[in-house]
C-alpha cells in the first residue's frame, strides 16, 4: 500500500494561483505602459499643432516693413501664443533679399509633461513673379519642416 500524499493538491492549488497572479500583474502593467505611451503620443502630436498654428499665425500678422528692413542673417521674433498648457514662440530669419525662414517652436507645459518642445520651419518669400506678396507666400517644393 502506498502512503497517501497530504497537502499535493494544496500546493499545486497555491503554485497555480501564484501563476495567475503574476500573469494579472503584468497584464495591468502592459495595459498602463500603453496608456502612459498613448497619452505621451497625443501631447506630442498637441506640441506639434501648436507649432504649426503658431507659424501659420506669424505669416498671417507679417509686418513687411519690418521685415524689409532686417539685414541678411538677421533674426527677429514675432510674437508668442498661448492656449492653457500650450505656448508657441515664433521668429523669422532673413535669409536674402526676399527668402525667409519662419520657425516656430511649440511646447506643452504641464507637471507630466516637462520639455516637451516641437518645432517646425517654412520656407517663405515675399516676392513673386515680381511682386511683392504681403502676407508672404511658400516656396514650392518643401517648404514646411520639421524640425527637432
Known amino acids: 500500500m502506498k502512503p497517501a500524499r497530504r497537502g499535493f493538491v494544496l500546493v499545486a492549488a497555491l503554485v497555480a494561483l501564484v501563476i495567475i497572479a503574476l500573469l494579472v ?53 514675432l510674437g508668442t501664443l498661448s492656449r492653457g498648457f500650450l505656448q508657441s514662440d515664433a521668429i523669422v530669419t532673413k535669409l536674402d533679399t526676399a527668402l525667409y525662414l519662419v520657425t516656430a517652436d511649440g511646447r506643452m507645459s504641464s507637471a507630466d509633461t516637462p520639455g516637451l518642445r516641437r518645432r517646425v520651419g517654412i520656407l517663405v518669400r515675399t516676392i513673386r513673379d515680381g511682386v511683392q506678396a504681403n502676407p508672404p507666400v511658400r516656396v514650392s517644393g518643401q517648404a514646411w519642416s520639421e524640425l527637432y
Open 25 to 77: 500583474t503584468g497584464a495591468f502593467f502592459a495595459s498602463g505602459q500603453e496608456m502612459i505611451v498613448a497619452r505621451n503620443e497625443l501631447r506630442d502630436q498637441q506640441a506639434f499643432s501648436f507649432a504649426e498654428y503658431g507659424a501659420a499665425k506669424a505669416l498671417e500678422s507679417w509686418n513687411t516693413a519690418a521685415s524689409d528692413s532686417m539685414t541678411a542673417g538677421q533674426t527677429q521674433r
